[in-house]
RNA sequence: GGCGGUGUAGCCAAGUGGCUAAGGCGGAGGACUGCAAAUCCUCUAUUCCCCGGUUCGAAUCCGGGCGCCGCCUCCA
């Protein structure tokens, strides 16, 4: 059963082989320090750590580099209104970073390379293309020469000539083309600025990517990762310095993930429509947010609303709610499970996640494995309990754990609550329960409201009356 | 204007040549229950934007049209 992954420079699904047998070495563009995250980088950032845990759960060694953008215009602008530097700035964002980041349950990268701390390495290569006669120096600027590197346009599937007749780029009268990058910017007055053969100035926004991805990763890697938004320019030109410098195959495989949307139209700083993950965090669990980020094709487009996000807080509950409830009925680590014990239809249904996730990681499709198997359980839960449905039950339970490992979901155990408040919890029940026996529903029902207005929810079932902690905030 | 993508139920969202078009939310009915909650069962797209074509057979392939989105300038 092989891994299948879309490789947008070949606009096809290929079978992922690493080109190192066990080893994975993964780079993905990460956020400019500039301003608050919002959705759209949490998309990017949840999407590409499901990828790296599918992959480490597929036996791969996965090196994931992900950078920081601490320099570049956005800084500078942003740095100077809030009369800060611009290594305070990227500070406090980092700091945000992290902190979100880890709500939302994405682990940290092997390397989080920050361009400012990698200037010597990106002087470096500038000079290589500059030996080759790639790149040329006008001004104290360098520009890569785009005429030099015949495949440009290659990922973005549009050839020089398509690029030149349809180019809206800025007339900068120092480039010989219009399509040359900067790869080196001269200090304007009172801007940061380094050494360089060419006069103080700050590295150019692509070449960063570049020098650190072959820094850490080398000169080939597997798999290369961004937003849709980046195809171009941005990966075009990382290719290109890249492959022009090395001569040699940058990235195998580039993935990129789709645009978070609001009301159709793309997410984004510039159109004022963004919702800041600190806001989306602040009303949503983070666990909700990863679950509603893998809730679509990490490629196809995501269509935010408030509504689907109060879905999903229900769905998680669904799953949350047969997971307990197993736990309740038999401790997971006590009892032996093993494959052969579990009927067919739930072994297909646990088949049936894993191949979706080697179907360039379908998720949707995962996700409806889960819930059919939360259908059984739940069918079972339903019957009066017998040794082999608690069994099956286990399994069951096991097997969306193991699932929700790979997603970074489903992991909480018991209702997380104090051990006094539990017990409180456990005399109003006591208590109510007494109440009922007697008939006396008023009062009964009158508990079972208040403690539902502090989100724990009664459940009178059969023999006895069950309370969980309702997920949702 | 060029390039790339997309259009599946009230909503979200899989499926890309052939068993009954996944799954979630919502809605209707039923079971359980003192009532709730939770859960289960049944129903909720005779049809996949439209028009042609290929094929024994298409949501799925091809041609044309329409709508929407992204990129071509900073962008996850």
């Not at 680590?333 to 179907?359: C, G, N, R």
Request: charged letters at 35%; aromatic letters at 10%; glycine letters at 6%.
């Amino acid at each position: 059963m092989g891994l299948k992954i879309y490789n947008s420079l070949t606009r096809k699904k290929e079978e992922f082989h690493p080109l190192q047998d066990k080893l994975v070495r993964m780079y993905t563009c990460g956020v400019t320090l500039y301003d608050e995250l919002h959705l759209g980088h949490a998309r990017a950032a949840v999407v590409f750590d499901m990828i790296r845990r599918y992959l480490e759960f597929k036996g791969y060694k996965v090196i994931y580099v992900t950078n920081f953008t601490d320099v570049d215009d956005k800084m500078i602008k942003r740095a100077n209104e809030l009369g800060v530097t611009i290594f305070d700035l990227a500070e406090r964002f980092m700091g945000e970073y992290f902190e979100q980041m880890e709500k939302l349950g994405v682990e940290k990268a092997d390397y989080h390379p920050r361009a400012t701390e990698h200037v010597k390495d990106i002087i470096e290569l500038i000079k290589k293309l500059e030996d080759k006669g790639i790149a040329y120096r006008k001004d104290g600027d360098v520009f890569f020469r785009v005429k030099k590197f015949p495949d440009y346009g290659r990922l973005s599937g549009q050839s020089l000539k398509e690029l030149i007749a349809g180019a809206r780029v800025e007339i900068d009268e120092k480039k010989e083309d219009p399509l040359d990058f900067a790869l080196w910017k001269r200090a304007k007055e009172k801007e940061p600025c380094w050494d360089s053969p060419w006069g103080k100035g700050r590295p150019g926004w692509h070449i960063e990517c570049s020098a650190m991805a072959m820094k850490y990763l080398g000169e080939n890697i597997d798999l290369h990762a961004g937003g849709k938004d980046l195809i171009f320019p941005h990966h075009e030109n990382e290719i290109a310095q890249s492959e022009a410098a090395t001569g040699k195959k940058f990235a195998h495989f580039w993935v990129h993930n789709g645009l978070v949307r609001i009301n159709g139209q793309k997410m984004a700083k510039s159109a004022k429509n963004f919702i800041t993950l600190s806001d989306a965090l602040q009303k949503y669990e983070g666990e909700v947010l990863r679950f509603y980020l893998l809730s679509a094709h990490y490629g196809s487009p995501l269509e935010f609303s408030e509504q689907s996000l109060e879905e999903t807080s229900f769905s998680l509950e669904r799953i949350y709610n047969v997971l307990n409830r197993t736990d309740e009925l038999a401790s997971v680590d006590t009892i032996k499970v093993t494959m052969q014990s579990a009927p067919e239809k739930i072994k297909k249904l646990s088949e049936k996640f894993f191949h979706s996730m080697d179907d360039d990681f379908n998720t949707p499709s995962a996700f409806a494995a889960i819930f059919e198997l939360v259908k059984e359980a739940n069918a079972i839960l339903k019957e009066p309990v017998k040794e082999n449905s608690k069994t099956q039950l286990v399994y069951i339970a096991k097997k969306i754990r193991e699932a929700g490992k790979i997603l970074g979901l489903f992991q909480k155990k018991g209702r997380q609550l104090e051990d006094k408040t539990e017990k409180l919890v456990q005399i109003l029940i006591d208590v109510r329960e007494m109440l009922r026996q007697e008939k006396k529903w008023e009062l009964a029902d009158t508990i079972r409201a208040r403690l539902q207005e502090v989100g724990v929810q009664l459940e009178d079932t059969r023999g006895k009356t069950l309370w969980r902690v309702k997920t949702n905030k």
